[in-house]
């Protein structure tokens, strides 16, 4: 295979790449939204009743869930941003190199566009996940506090 063959189907694929990358990336800021409604959830009522009536094994488990789901969404959203960046930029500089300006503008604003989606996805699973450590870390002091005051 020359390399002009396997250029071209590098760019096909990639091009492809790009309704996905923009499906999973408005897929993952509903899941933002969502993570962080059972966040509030979480530290107004479910930590406080789990305080009072859980174990320790059970907080532990559900706090290392729900940690790792946040986690997931501060590290994969922007990684699916910088993805939709780079797709269009491709397509819209060779578009800029034929006089295309139009094509340039909205490949630079779809650009623009999935680098703030995956930042903000970015930004709210990293600062869900560091709550959520330090109230699910507070919860289980105050269980072995618990534990220890009844034996």
């Given at each position: 295979?020359?390399?002009?063959?396997?250029?071209?189907?590098?760019?096909?694929?990639?091009?492809?790449?790009?309704?996905?990358?923009?499906?999973?990336?408005?897929?993952?800021?509903?899941l933002?939204?969502?993570?962080?409604g059972?966040?509030?959830?979480?530290?107004w009522?479910?930590?406080p009743?789990?305080?009072?009536?859980g174990?320790a094994?059970?907080?532990?488990?559900?706090?290392?869930?729900?940690?790792?789901?946040?986690?997931?969404?501060?590290?994969?959203?922007?990684m699916?941003?910088?993805?939709?960046?780079?797709?269009?930029?491709?397509?819209?500089?060779?578009?800029?190199?034929?006089g295309?300006?139009?094509?340039?503008?909205?490949?630079v604003?779809v650009?623009?566009?999935?680098?703030?989606?995956?930042?903000?996805?970015?930004?709210?699973g990293?600062i869900?996940?560091r709550l959520?450590?330090?109230?699910?870390d507070?919860?289980?002091?105050?269980?072995?506090?618990?534990?220890r005051?009844?034996?």
């Amino acid at each position: 295979m020359s390399i002009d063959i396997l250029s071209q189907i590098t760019h096909l694929f990639v091009a492809w790449l790009l309704a996905p990358v923009l499906l999973l990336l408005i897929a993952a800021v509903a899941l933002a939204i969502w993570e962080a409604g059972i966040g509030l959830g979480e530290r107004w009522w479910t930590l406080p009743r789990l305080q009072r009536v859980g174990s320790a094994e059970a907080v532990a488990a559900l706090g290392r869930r729900r940690i790792e789901r946040a986690d997931l969404l501060a590290r994969v959203g922007p990684m699916l941003g910088l993805m939709g960046t780079l797709i269009p930029l491709g397509p819209g500089l060779a578009a800029l190199g034929r006089g295309e300006l139009e094509v340039l503008a909205e490949a630079v604003t779809v650009a623009f566009d999935t680098t703030v989606m995956g930042l903000l996805i970015g930004i709210v699973g990293f600062i869900l996940a560091r709550l959520r450590r330090r109230w699910y870390d507070q919860a289980l002091d105050i269980l072995e506090m618990n534990d220890r005051a009844v034996t």
